[in-house]
């Protein structure tokens, strides 16, 4: 993997800049103090992360002259809970952190979503920053100030926007994942392959991509960080980054949660891109190649679930509203667009998304 360093800045309200290269946790102070300034830390981190990377991070935070602690949580999704954000909120308390103090967050999504959530309610509000160690957060969740938690009702049904103080991609951390951790994340980034960047999508067409995940992550971001510069708040052309979400969603909810994120969100994509062929939405076919290089990358490309059970698990969405849904239809890689349909149409939709 190559020593140098991207950096991308985000242009919000405050902006803030995304890094990405080898080696940064070890440098995580030196980098955060011109950002940070004089405060205190506490980094969170989940017993899976925590073991391998937290000592490097709270040694070069202390190096750096920083006061730091620690907050220790169970990993995984299932954690991701009103409990787990009670127990962090109640460590940052009885730490006596105050409005000009800092939360870091180490790990993958489900990390920066909780910490981040965590951040944005403490005090009303105080800093964080984002440490992504998998593909998925370091390719998409770091960025975009999205923070939220799972409640009885659902993913992700309570949260905040608030955008990062920085992010620090180290892509050493990248190297030891395991291969379906690995491929959640190739999924997202391939997702936006199709959207937006056809150089990104053939990126993935290697048998290793150790050499280009700097070159991958920055491409992702750049343009994660575009769509968010333009709609922070999620009401329009962020959505498009939803691609392959309804139809994923709706796998995830059908099979109970035992595929993960980026594997059902692989399935999702090709299913509206075969869609949009047989519907006639798009202006060059796109399903097969799609299809190959997600296959390539260990991802699954088919369901058992038919068309009628996907419709009625993605129209027992607690955050949909009306009676029509936008789902994102792939016009050719890199390029879609997003398109209003009626719930009426779909179990169509899926079902011509599933046909051969
Ligand atoms: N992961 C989608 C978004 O940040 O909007």
Redesign the pocket.
């Known amino acids: 993997m190559s020593n140098c360093v991207n950096t991308i800045r985000v242009h919000v309200d405050p902006p803030y800049t995304v890094t990405i290269g080898s080696g940064l946790l070890a440098r995580c102070g030196e980098l955060l103090r011109p950002v940070l300034g004089e405060c205190r830390l506490c980094v969170a981190a989940d017993s899976n992360v925590a073991p391998l990377y937290l000592d490097t991070v709270t040694e070069s935070l202390r190096s750096a002259g920083y006061t730091v602690s620690t907050c220790l949580y169970p990993a995984g999704e299932a954690h991701k809970n009103l409990e787990t954000l009670s127990g962090i909120l109640e460590f940052l308390a009885a730490e006596h952190l105050t409005r000009s103090d800092c939360v870091v967050a180490l790990g993958g999504g489900v990390c920066g979503d909780m910490a981040g959530f965590a951040a944005g309610c403490y005090l009303r509000g105080i800093r964080y920053v984002q440490l992504p160690t998998t593909l998925l957060s370091a390719v998409?969740?770091s960025?975009?100030?999205?923070t939220a938690i799972d409640l009885k009702a659902g993913k992700n049904l309570a949260g905040v926007f608030l955008q990062p103080a920085a992010v620090l991609c180290d892509t050493d951390c990248l190297r030891t994942l395991p291969p379906e951790v690995f491929a959640d994340g190739a999924a997202?980034a391939i997702k936006t392959g199709v959207l937006s960047d056809e150089t990104l999508f053939s990126l993935f067409d290697a048998d290793d991509l150790t050499d280009r995940l700097p070159e991958i992550i920055a491409r992702c971001i750049a343009f994660?960080a575009k769509?968010?510069e333009e709609d922070e708040l999620?009401n329009g052309v962020?959505?498009t980054?939803?691609l392959g979400h309804t139809a994923g969603h709706a796998i995830e909810k059908c099979a109970d949660f035992r595929l993960t994120h980026g594997h059902a969100v692989a399935i999702g994509m090709v299913i509206m891109a075969r869609a949009a062929e047989k519907l006639g939405w798009c202006t060059e076919p796109s399903a097969d190649r799609i299809a190959a290089m997600l296959r390539r990358n260990r991802l699954p490309v088919s369901t058992e679930f038919s068309a009628s059970e996907l419709a009625a698990a993605a129209l027992s969405d607690k955050k949909r509203r009306g009676d029509s849904i936008s789902v994102v239809v792939p016009d050719r890689i890199g390029s879609c667009y997003m398109k209003k349909v009626s719930v009426n149409d779909l179990e169509a939709i899926f079902r011509a998304g599933l046909e051969g």
């Open positions: 998409d969740s960025v975009g100030g999205k997202e994660k769509v968010v999620d962020r959505r980054l939803n």
